[in-house]
């Protein structure tokens, strides 16, 4: 079992558009994705398992056991409502490079199998300080597709992300390309510091208008709202560690 | 030779229920299945041996040679006088996340191929701290298992063990499940910091209920006893330590 | 997908000379075959993908990804202008030992069919200190090659380099003799502080000799140069340093 | 390539037995397994190569290299003159545990195809301190042959080695034993800090006698000799440090 992908249902689609949001930098595109997940109602039709994950199981709420896996879902439309979807979600992403390269081909495949059209990854793109207006950065498999997502106000800026882009949002661009798949990774802006519902919410804003989806982002504000909060607390410690201000307390204890 | 299973014997078996206890916190299962073992007097059909263990032999006290391994016992019983067993053991689980699912896997399908039933690994929950009454803690491949666990003293505890179960006790639930095979994980509560023979009898109290076996854990106990000894004295020491008691000492010395 | 060569032309080669110049110690080898494709004008016929390779894919300037790769060049050279060539490129060796010896097979391979007569591989040899005039080191599958480089101006020093020569630049050699294929390796000293153009010149000095070409290598002298200034402005700081004329600058600030 | 063993030639062998030398602790297996080779002339007829290996070669004094690998040796004897013996020497062992089993896997093979009797691997064990008379001590993988060891003076030690025998020392006992193959390791017993020619000596003395040898030990007392007076030295200086003759050096200087 290197990689085994267990298939629930077969769905029928039409040039399905494939969405991937694993674990990563700010945990955006995870993020992102669950949310699509739960507001389009997507269904599950595929788990993944590998000897390539953690050797765990996670132990749910009731008791029961879950094997470390990824999931895949679809969304299908009728006529002309837009194209239909598959969605790649899950905890853990390969633990070794090795590992990332069999999970990424053995997804590319289905990709395939399926007939996909085209690839959206979805990651976070780390800058290692406070974004208070994140851009959506993108890299694609061809010039169309920069040209295609500018026009969705995607930024492509020349030397980010400086070090490319590693594991499963970047892999199956290659991968896919090598296959013949075009393919865009999509990137939320994001310190890094925190998991950045934020950063999401900007993503999920020019993918909806990708896919012809309308979305409601309140609970990714809601999660923003809480987050920044948070960060905030954050930073008026840090003012006053500045200011002294804790010198008193110091004092006293 | 990734992972080789070479037979001694072929039991046949009814319906058996399959116990793993190999190392892993506190040496829990490995402590309840060993003796577990000696006291059914189960005999051993098969062991495994794999280049995912440590490239090593064991010196036994007359100077022979043991190739890392583990060992798979059987124990059948007559008519209605409870089910079959199987008892997989060892001094080694997989040195790495593959291994572990290689091995893991190839068990499974021994499991499967022996026509098993049910399967109970055994092992450790660390708590970090010393545990007067240790809890047996549980985790199931289905709801209706949870309940039946519950009704037999097993607790249940939202949360415990957050981080999942990790190795042989969880990857024997996971891949078990995808093959129809129900599971059990029960978990003895212990500090981690030793060898828990307290943790591993109250595992067998619940375990000899669920296989229909009457134990002697008089063994159990001793060593429970030993290892409380030792750890009395620790905290004797620590206390002292605290108290500066020690610090006469110092002042001689 | 463990190593996979993609051919984009299948050009027919006489006897070709391989030429290999992967990242390595001061990045001579690299420097110095990329310069010599440049000056040839050698055409890519193929690319190598792994997952021996970082799990990543590279961001260019114009916004499109290139997949972690290694590059095969070839440059055919008419009647008797000198013997054919094949270069292999890129930014990447093998993560792993395994994954080392897997793709050097793999390109021993493609000699193999492509009919390779003689490889060379070019790497750095690093010495741990400045050096003004930096020698060609050798190492070679047979001991008339040995004389035949020297009589090119290759140095042979025992016990140079005394730890063998790790990675492809090695590893072509070996597995290279073990099918019959004849291979040098020419190694650049270099401090291996910096990614030194200047050893990549003189190694290129010898190699184009080698090969019967004549190459302009004024853009490694320019590299050359601007390393240089680049290290006698820090060998000024560090003089500057010793002599203390740091210590008033400490005094004000 | 996982492991290719590459034949020079076919020797015809009766019932040999075969000894492994290879680096480990002290190298006290490696040199006698060399001086052994040395002093019966034994020839070479097989080198063995792998990915297990560091990827790397090894550069002759003379300026040719040779890729990291393994060497078989054979020595025949006519009618009655004693065993014909199979040598396994060379200056690496595999670098991970998987690659460990994958070689000796390989070479429990060979032994298999060629007929061996018996195996004797040949190691040292380290003791953590200086060893003025070091004993040979031995592991076996029967009870048979312990008996048989310790008439020819080989000591069995509860206890020593504790921890077993790691690498292919201890797995050609396990897998030769797993193939019927009958088979013992031989450990003289060394401080573990130096390379331990004296340690090497004392197994030679009773492996000859074992394989009906007579071997001249003139150039490993030799070897021993020098290391005594290197180790003699560290002892005057390390008593002088103690006494605290040093101390007016440091006063001086």
Same mark, same amino acid.
């Given at each position: 079992?290197?990689? !085994?992908? /267990? %298939?629930?249902?077969?769905?029928?689609?039409?040039?399905?558009?494939?969405?991937?949001?694993?674990?990563?930098?700010?945990?955006?595109? &995870?993020? =992102? =994705? @669950?949310?699509?997940?739960?507001? /389009?109602?997507?269904?599950?039709?595929?788990?993944?398992?590998?000897?390539?994950?953690?050797?765990?199981? *996670?132990?749910?709420?009731?008791?029961?056991?879950?094997?470390?896996?990824?999931? $895949?879902?679809?969304?299908?439309?009728?006529?002309?409502?837009?194209?239909?979807?598959? $969605?790649?979600?899950?905890?853990?992403?390969?633990?070794?490079?090795?590992?990332?390269?069999?999970?990424?081909?053995?997804?590319?495949?289905?990709?395939?199998?399926?007939?996909?059209?085209?690839?959206?990854? $979805?990651?976070?793109?780390?800058?290692? &300080?406070?974004?208070?207006?994140?851009?959506?950065?993108? =890299?694609?498999?061809?010039?169309? *597709?920069?040209?295609?997502?500018? @026009?969705?106000?995607?930024?492509?800026?020349?030397? !980010?992300?400086?070090?490319?882009?590693?594991?499963?949002?970047? *892999?199956?661009?290659?991968?896919?390309?090598?296959?013949?798949?075009?393919?865009?990774?999509?990137?939320?802006?994001?310190?890094?510091?925190?998991?950045?519902?934020? +950063? +999401?919410?900007?993503?999920?804003?020019?993918?909806? &208008?990708?896919?012809? $989806?309308? *979305?409601?982002? +309140?609970?990714?504000?809601?999660? =923003?709202?809480?987050?920044?909060?948070?960060? +905030?607390?954050?930073?008026?410690?840090?003012?006053?560690?500045?200011?002294?201000? %804790? !010198?008193?307390?110091?004092?006293?204890?």
């Amino acid at each position: 079992m290197d990689v !085994e992908i /267990i %298939f629930e249902e077969r769905p029928e689609l039409r040039d399905p558009i494939f969405v991937e949001g694993l674990p990563g930098v700010g945990n955006v595109g &995870k993020l =992102a =994705a @669950e949310h699509l997940l739960e507001e /389009i109602g997507a269904k599950r039709f595929a788990v993944v398992y590998s000897k390539y994950f953690p050797p765990q199981v *996670l132990v749910e709420d009731d008791g029961t056991i879950k094997l470390v896996r990824n999931e $895949l879902y679809y969304y299908s439309r009728e006529g002309d409502a837009g194209p239909d979807l598959i $969605l790649l979600v899950g905890d853990y992403q390969g633990l070794t490079p090795e590992g990332q390269y069999e999970l990424s081909s053995a997804i590319i495949d289905l990709c395939t199998d399926m007939g996909v059209k085209r690839i959206y990854t $979805l990651g976070g793109f780390g800058v290692g &300080k406070m974004v208070e207006e994140p851009r959506v950065l993108g =890299a694609t498999t061809t010039l169309e *597709l920069v040209e295609e997502m500018k @026009e969705n106000g995607v930024i492509f800026s020349r030397g !980010e992300p400086g070090s490319g882009i590693v594991g499963a949002s970047g *892999l199956l661009l290659g991968l896919g390309h090598n296959k013949g798949i075009e393919a865009v990774c999509l990137m939320g802006e994001t310190s890094g510091y925190f998991i950045d519902p934020n +950063a +999401a919410r900007k993503l999920l804003l020019i993918l909806s &208008k990708l896919l012809d $989806l309308e *979305l409601d982002l +309140a609970k990714l504000e809601e999660k =923003a709202d809480q987050i920044e909060r948070i960060t +905030a607390k954050l930073k008026d410690i840090e003012k006053m560690e500045k200011e002294g201000s %804790f !010198e008193d307390l110091n004092y006293i204890g």
